[in-house]
């Protein structure tokens, strides 16, 4: 039965619309797979040695199970973000004599082949046999370790599939949970209670008692049949038929009318905002994107390398910009065919846009002002790179906006999910990142910080003045591809 649901699946793959246009990013993320997977394996391998060497005196073994626990917890913030769990179409198999659980349990045995329990392996079995021999540990106790490790592994996949099921349609729902998590962040850091050392504690239990690596097992098994349960209970056509039943809620944003011209535009823009689910998230994720600086700013490795501090402010003060700026209009594709029949000023369109990117940069560079607080050349940089995001990068997304061809589906969700992603989606963030960071770079080293700084603020001072010009060159290109993109936002394969 099992290669029976492979044979449908690969079918369905096949034989799908939009095989030949998912084919290419599916061949660019296998190269992808192919890169981590060296990376993870070379990682393994010199992991002993590095550990010696970066912690003398030290036993590298007591050193990795104190990580083991930060690394499930940021493996499972990862696969929850970028994880895609397999699926199967229900509704063909009802009418058939088959029983629902051979198809829960394809869907949940199908899972562990997933690229993302592949992967630990290349880091776990290495560094397990060059332990072994480097210590002389038993071989009975290192097994016991790496089962352990891999169940845990294990229980993060099963763990995903449970969170996703109940929170990857609200992360509002998450807050408490977080809270949680941030309480035993607290306890760790005060000094008050280490559960990183808790958990080493077991994990040296199980190097001496190594039976006890049965117990994260017998936990895949537990979290298997609840995922089973949960999967079995909606397992009806009717599950998939009924609707969401929610408050009518209308938010008109009549405030926006003082803007003049661009006002009904961005009216439009913030209701599309406000009601549907793949936009509504992007503003959550951007909110917590206001502590990636934590990672860079307290760290005295990063203190004088400023350009790293560039990229964090490229990427804090302008998340939401990049995030929604590269869909730019393919959040209007279902009507956009429409929007071009009528007598619509295209410059006005596009300028209540680039209003919307701009007041989502400054409204992020103020919540990152805090950030003052380890040195003003953070937040210098910050507001520098704030400036060119507004100046530069608004109208480099709006540009590249203009090869758009993908429509989008508003109500799905933004994670893992590369609907209306194209070679421009991959292209834009060339010029976006990657080029103010050298330039800043070349300028910081060779001239002076300060220079750096005026530098790209200066282009992004420019880009506003010039914004008119910019934005004639940008409508020129918008009605060049206009009939490209919208016989592009017809097309309904993803």
């Not at 099992?2 to 793959?13: G, T, V």
Request: charged share 15%; aromatic share 16%.
């Amino acid at each position: 039965m099992f290669k029976h649901f492979l044979s449908l699946q690969w079918n369905a793959f096949t034989r799908s619309a939009s095989f030949g246009k998912s084919l290419g990013l599916k061949i660019f993320m296998a190269f992808i797979a192919i890169y981590f997977s060296i990376v993870f394996l070379f990682l393994g391998i010199g992991l002993y040695p590095i550990l010696e060497e970066v912690f003398p005196g030290g036993e590298p073994l007591n050193i990795v199970n104190r990580w083991i626990l930060i690394y499930l917890a940021l493996e499972l913030v990862m696969r929850f973000m970028l994880q895609s769990l397999p699926v199967m179409s229900i509704k063909p198999l009802l009418s058939l004599p088959i029983a629902k659980r051979k198809v829960v349990n394809y869907v949940l045995l199908r899972s562990l082949f997933s690229f993302f329990n592949f992967l630990p392996l290349l880091l776990i079995i290495p560094f397990a046999v060059f332990t072994q021999h480097r210590t002389g540990i038993s071989i009975i106790s290192m097994l016991g370790w790496t089962v352990a490790v891999y169940a845990l592994v294990l229980n993060v996949n099963y763990i995903n599939f449970l969170l996703k099921k109940k929170f990857a349609d609200d992360l509002k729902a998450l807050l408490p949970y977080l809270l949680v998590v941030l309480l035993f962040y607290s306890l760790e850091r005060l000094g008050f209670w280490s559960i990183t050392e808790s958990f080493a504690g077991g994990m040296n239990a199980v190097l001496e008692m190594p039976f006890l690596a049965l117990l994260p097992v017998l936990l895949v098994f537990v979290l298997f049949k609840w995922n089973q349960k949960v999967l079995e209970s909606r397992f009806y056509l009717d599950e998939s038929l009924k609707g969401k039943t929610k408050e009518a809620r209308s938010q008109d944003f009549q405030w926006l009318r003082k803007f003049g011209d661009i006002a009904p535009f961005l009216q439009l823009d913030l209701k599309l905002i406000w009601r549907n689910k793949r936009p509504k998230t992007l503003i959550f994720i951007s909110l917590l994107i206001m502590g990636y600086g934590m990672i860079f700013y307290p760290e005295e490795t990063y203190q004088n390398m400023p350009a790293i501090f560039v990229f964090v402010g490229i990427f804090m003060t302008g998340i939401f910009m990049i995030n929604y700026g590269q869909f730019i209009p393919a959040w209007d594709s279902s009507y956009y065919s429409m929007m071009m029949a009528q007598n619509i000023p295209l410059k006005q369109y596009l300028a209540s846009k680039a209003a919307l990117l701009s007041f989502s940069v400054i409204v992020l560079t103020i919540l990152t002002t805090p950030y003052a607080f380890f040195g003003w050349k953070i937040l210098i940089i910050n507001i520098a790179c704030a400036v060119y995001n507004i100046g530069i990068n608004v109208p480099v997304l709006l540009f590249s906006g203009s090869f758009n061809r993908k429509r989008i589906d508003l109500e799905k969700s933004p994670f893992m999910n590369y609907q209306g992603t194209g070679a421009a989606q991959w292209l834009v963030g060339l010029p976006l990142m990657i080029i103010p960071i050298l330039l800043f770079w070349i300028l910081n080293k060779f001239v002076s910080f300060e220079v750096g700084v005026i530098v790209l603020a200066g282009l992004g001072l420019l880009g506003i003045i010039l914004r008119s010009a910019i934005m004639d060159m940008v409508v020129e290109s918008y009605r060049k591809n206009k009939y490209a993109m919208i016989n592009g936002f017809k097309q309904t394969g993803e």
